[in-house]
């Protein structure tokens, strides 16, 4: 039987409170102690294991694994993998709510990790999670049955999460608040702050499988259509969606004057917009056969997506 998305969601969300306890104690103490052979003070161990813990649907460690078990059965193997995702996208969020960002007080329903240990410990948070991220992948890469397949799939993901990807298009995200909206950059910002690491994970996924060229540009042609329509929900969520459902405010985007897709071609042509990108995903997969038809449902419930 083929995995669910909650059986993906299980076994990650069980891997990360496997993290997260080694990185916590209940003592309080400031003192360094040894964590995996190493020594990771207070408080940055508890801020790193508050924002782990908190819930979430862990949409990019599942994608990995189901990329990868579109070729292979044994996709516990590649967890590692899946797990530093999740680390890279929650770093993310943890400096986006920062104040200097979108200054955020509520993530998935729960203070954001500012308000609890003050924004130098968030930020250093932040940096912690995307170091121990790149850990995880280099000690699993270095008992990889084939390396160059390690290599690949951690190289994907280094550079979507980084200058020319999700943090390029977090950049112009903020830089241009309040500027007059155009079609060109309402388009870049998405496809790199969001479709990225929504890419990535696929692409990832595939390389440790040992991907032909054809399945990556497959994948590649998912994750990206996939991304996009996630981003246009987002931003109409953010102007009708529940904001108890969401865990977060909402109507920030229009406050910040932020660039996003309804305010540019309006709410009408974004829902048609998110639409099309959703049959786009679900086409792009069909040479995958019976496997793909995780990914195609996935992409189909985008359309019913409520935070």
């Known amino acids: 039987?083929?995995?669910?998305?909650?059986?993906?969601?299980?076994?990650?969300?069980?891997?990360?409170?496997?993290?997260?306890?080694?990185?916590?104690?209940?003592?309080?103490?400031?003192?360094?102690?040894?964590?995996?052979?190493?020594?990771?003070?207070?408080?940055?161990?508890?801020?790193?294991?508050?924002?782990?813990?908190?819930?979430?649907?862990?949409?990019?460690?599942?994608?990995?694994?189901?990329?990868?078990?579109?070729?292979?059965?044994?996709?516990?193997?590649?967890?590692?993998?899946?797990?530093?995702?999740?680390?890279?996208?929650?770093?993310?969020?943890?400096?986006?709510?920062?104040?200097?960002?979108?200054?955020?007080?509520?993530?998935?329903?729960?203070?954001?990790n500012h308000q609890v240990f003050g924004e130098n410990i968030a930020i250093l948070a932040g940096d912690g999670l995307y170091s121990l991220a790149m850990e995880t992948m280099l000690k699993a890469s270095l008992m990889a049955k084939y390396p160059q397949r390690a290599i690949a799939a951690m190289e994907e993901i280094a550079r979507r999460a980084g200058v020319s990807g999700m943090i390029a298009g977090q950049t112009l995200d903020v830089a241009l608040e309040g500027t007059e909206p155009d079609e060109a950059t309402v388009a870049y910002i998405p496809r790199h702050k969001t479709a990225d690491l929504i890419t990535a994970p696929i692409l990832a996924g595939l390389?440790?499988?040992?991907?032909?060229?054809?399945?990556?540009?497959?994948?590649?042609?998912?994750?990206?259509?996939?991304?996009?329509?996630?981003?246009?929900?987002?931003?109409?969520?953010?102007?009708?969606?529940?904001?108890?459902?969401?865990?977060?405010?909402?109507?920030?985007?229009?406050?910040?004057?932020?660039?996003?897709?309804?305010?540019?071609?309006?709410?009408?042509?974004?829902?048609?917009?998110?639409?099309?990108?959703i049959d786009t995903a679900q086409q792009a997969v069909t040479a995958f056969g019976e496997k793909a038809v995780f990914l195609q449902t996935l992409a189909r419930d985008m359309r019913n997506r409520v935070k």
């Open 1 to 112: 039987m083929n995995p669910t998305y909650e059986t993906y969601k299980s076994a990650v969300d069980q891997a990360l409170a496997d993290i997260a306890v080694l990185l916590s104690d209940t003592d309080g103490r400031l003192t360094p102690v040894p964590v995996a052979n190493r020594e990771v003070p207070q408080p940055l161990r508890a801020a790193m294991a508050y924002s782990l813990r908190l819930p979430g649907k862990r949409l990019r460690p599942v994608l990995l694994l189901a990329a990868y078990h579109l070729l292979k059965d044994d996709w516990v193997s590649v967890m590692p993998y899946a797990l530093a995702l999740e680390m890279i996208h929650t770093y993310s969020l943890v400096h986006d709510d920062l104040p200097a960002m979108d200054n955020d007080d509520l993530r998935r329903g729960k203070p954001t």
């Open 207 to 277: 390389h440790l499988a040992g991907a032909t060229q054809a399945q990556l540009a497959a994948g590649e042609a998912y994750g990206q259509a996939l991304g996009l329509a996630f981003q246009i929900v987002d931003d109409l969520l953010d102007i009708r969606g529940d904001a108890a459902l969401l865990g977060k405010k909402t109507g920030k985007d229009a406050q910040m004057g932020k660039m996003t897709w309804p305010a540019v071609f309006g709410e009408e042509k974004a829902c048609a917009d998110a639409e099309r990108y």
